[in-house]
């Protein structure tokens, strides 16, 4: 069982990593500079305790990476850039290959299953930055990251339990969940706040924006009829896993989406989890001004290159009223 990791950047590159160096045959699908960085040199694991270079192979597309049913390709690029990978991967790979999908947000899955039949959730809790081509960071520390994971709509199979335990045996923790998609509601909560540090900067806590997306997020989900995980099993879950430490003798930048306006790419994901309590909310009624406000707000300042913390909370409040 070959895994393909398609979008080698923060959290493909630290499961990619892991996997490897867990003596797992692992072929990586990255872009530009990050690939040239990997091709020429290999791919760099830092983590609080150690530094690992990662000979692995590396593609530019799947086309190119010789993608067979029993490969496992795993999904870890931004939800905006989930359309294209796709349609280059189902140009490429066979119907029936398994597709997991690493990522925040919860329209990867029906996107993916449009082109294949044995599409897997995966509720990603992986402290971990990309902010240098070549180099990937995991902040967790013994245990990277938690990956539980379930096929998608529904149900746990043979292929979920054996992913479940590859990814455990790269020193992950893993559980092979019926209901992903209730943990990955519960992520997307969670993943509200991004928007917030990105826009606001680390050190703000913005504790009334967040306590408004929240509440506006399970507001639209009740009215949708969509379940998630409590807060209470989520913390239970996560118990004492995630260990977070210095790397070098820094701490962890921020999440995926401070990550993005920090190293300029032009592109945010937020439309993904911000806006996907927005769309909820206009299909039930309902308004969601503090999620709106952090959509157009993220999107503009990806545009326009702004960098992270370029905006107080209290200013953002005032522009919700």
């Not at 979920?160 to 590859?166: G, H, K, L, S, Y």
């Not at 995980?229 to 003798?249: F, S």
């Not at 300029?264 to 927005?278: F, H, Q, S, W």
């Given at each position: 069982?070959?895994?393909?990791?398609?979008?080698?950047?923060?959290?493909?590159?630290?499961?990619?990593?892991?996997?490897?160096?867990?003596?797992?045959?692992?072929?990586?699908?990255?872009?530009?500079?990050?690939?040239?960085?990997?091709?020429?040199?290999?791919?760099r694991l830092d983590e609080p305790d150690d530094s690992v270079v990662c000979a692995i192979s590396a593609f530019a597309s799947p086309a190119e990476a010789d993608i067979?049913?029993?490969?496992?390709?795993?999904?870890?690029?931004?939800?905006?850039?989930?359309?294209?990978?796709?349609?280059?991967?189902?140009?490429?790979?066979?119907?029936?290959?398994?597709?997991?999908?690493?990522?925040?947000?919860?329209?990867?899955?029906?996107?993916?299953?449009?082109?294949?039949?044995?599409?897997?959730?995966?509720?990603?809790?992986?402290?971990?930055?990309?902010?240098?081509?070549?180099?990937?960071?995991?902040?967790?520390?013994?245990?990277?990251?938690?990956?539980?994971?379930?096929?998608?709509?529904?149900?746990?199979?043979?292929?979920?339990?054996?992913?479940?335990?590859?990814?455990?045996?790269?020193?992950?923790?893993?559980?092979?969940?019926?209901?992903?998609?209730?943990?990955?509601?519960?992520?997307?909560?969670?993943?509200?706040?991004?928007?917030?540090?990105?826009?606001?900067?680390?050190?703000?806590?913005?504790?009334?924006?967040?306590?408004?997306?929240?509440?506006?997020?399970?507001?639209?989900?009740?009215?949708?009829?969509?379940?998630?995980?409590?807060?209470?099993?989520?913390?239970?879950?996560?118990?004492?896993?995630?260990?977070?430490?210095?790397?070098?003798?820094?701490?962890?930048?921020?999440?995926?989406?401070?990550?993005?306006?920090?190293?300029?790419?032009?592109?945010?994901?937020?439309?993904?989890?911000?806006?996907?309590?927005?769309?909820?909310?206009?299909?039930?009624?309902?308004?969601?001004?503090?999620?709106?406000?952090?959509?157009?707000?993220?999107?503009?300042?990806?545009?326009?290159?702004?960098?992270?913390?370029?905006?107080?909370?209290?200013?953002?409040?005032?522009?919700?009223?």
């Amino acid at each position: 069982m070959r895994f393909v990791v398609y979008g080698a950047g923060a959290v493909g590159g630290v499961i990619g990593a892991h996997l490897f160096e867990s003596a797992h045959d692992v072929t990586l699908i990255a872009r530009g500079a990050h690939l040239d960085a990997i091709r020429a040199n290999g791919l760099r694991l830092d983590e609080p305790d150690d530094s690992v270079v990662c000979a692995i192979s590396a593609f530019a597309s799947p086309a190119e990476a010789d993608i067979t049913a029993d490969d496992v390709v795993v999904l870890a690029m931004k939800t905006q850039d989930t359309p294209a990978a796709l349609e280059a991967l189902a140009g490429a790979a066979p119907p029936d290959v398994t597709v997991v999908c690493a990522q925040n947000g919860v329209v990867n899955e029906v996107m993916a299953l449009r082109c294949f039949e044995r599409v897997y959730g995966v509720m990603v809790m992986c402290p971990a930055s990309f902010l240098e081509p070549g180099v990937v960071q995991a902040h967790s520390s013994p245990t990277p990251g938690l990956l539980d994971l379930g096929r998608y709509p529904t149900g746990v199979d043979d292929r979920a339990e054996q992913i479940a335990a590859a990814f455990r045996e790269a020193t992950f923790q893993s559980v092979p969940r019926p209901d992903i998609m209730r943990w990955k509601y519960r992520k997307l909560i969670m993943n509200l706040a991004n928007a917030v540090q990105a826009l606001c900067g680390l050190d703000t806590r913005a504790a009334t924006l967040v306590e408004r997306v929240t509440a506006e997020a399970d507001t639209v989900l009740d009215a949708a009829g969509i379940g998630r995980a409590t807060v209470e099993e989520d913390h239970e879950r996560r118990g004492d896993y995630l260990q977070m430490h210095p790397i070098a003798g820094e701490r962890w930048n921020g999440g995926s989406t401070w990550q993005s306006l920090a190293r300029g790419t032009g592109a945010i994901e937020t439309d993904y989890l911000n806006g996907e309590i927005v769309l909820l909310g206009r299909l039930h009624g309902i308004a969601t001004p503090a999620n709106e406000a952090l959509q157009r707000l993220a999107r503009q300042f990806s545009v326009e290159r702004r960098p992270p913390g370029s905006i107080t909370e209290a200013e953002i409040l005032a522009l919700i009223g």
